[in-house]
């Protein structure tokens, strides 16, 4: 017999527990992200995927699986995690996007490029039983330089996302770190693109 169940509270649980969870870990490395934000250094590998790992295991309703294979046309993508719960699952890809505001070069276009990829991979991969988001940090941005990141590069990465939601603006210093979710839109508009 199958389990009957609300995919739209058991995909609302799950992104809350994620969102909840994402921040926790960003409060308590306050001090690493400044420092990261002052060297313009990325912490994706060096404790993000790690800590948002640890934050989310053994929370009740979820299970959590760190680098999960998933194979869609013939093409594997590693997820960074991937979180079944109730008949649902959501991959999480987590990017950090350190700018060059400030310094000389053009690594934040880069950067951003190759972020706006992973909505669309995602896409390939979202179904009835699948969600996929982005939990994504951008930083040091300026207060200065807020209109030009929201016009040149957050508006772009928008374009490839259902949604995109400012979660925290966190205070580094001289700068500002935007922590943000961005929910893949699904198979249809992977195939439109």
Not at 175 to 184: P, R
């Amino acid at each position: 017999m199958t389990r009957s169940f609300d995919r739209s509270s058991v995909s609302s649980f799950i992104l809350d527990e994620l969102e909840h969870a994402f921040l926790r870990v960003l409060n308590r490395r306050l001090p690493d992200l400044r420092a990261a934000a002052e060297a313009h250094t990325s912490v994706e590998n060096l404790w993000l995927q790690s800590g948002l790992a640890q934050e989310l295991r053994g929370r009740p309703g979820l299970d959590i699986t760190v680098q999960k294979p998933v194979t869609t046309h013939g093409r594997t993508k590693w997820i960074d995690i991937a979180l079944p719960a109730v008949g649902l699952q959501r991959l999480v890809e987590l990017k950090a996007m350190p700018t060059n505001y400030g310094l000389a070069g053009n690594p934040i276009t880069q950067l951003r490029d190759a972020l706006r990829s992973d909505p669309r991979a995602l896409d390939e991969r979202v179904d009835e039983q699948t969600d996929g988001c982005l939990a994504w940090l951008a930083y040091p941005i300026p207060a200065e330089r807020e209109g030009d990141w929201r016009i040149n590069h957050l508006r772009l990465i928008n374009r490839d996302a259902a949604e995109t939601r400012l979660i925290a603006r966190l205070n580094v210093g001289q700068a500002y770190v935007h922590a943000y979710i961005s929910e893949a839109r699904g198979p249809a508009a992977a195939m439109a693109a």
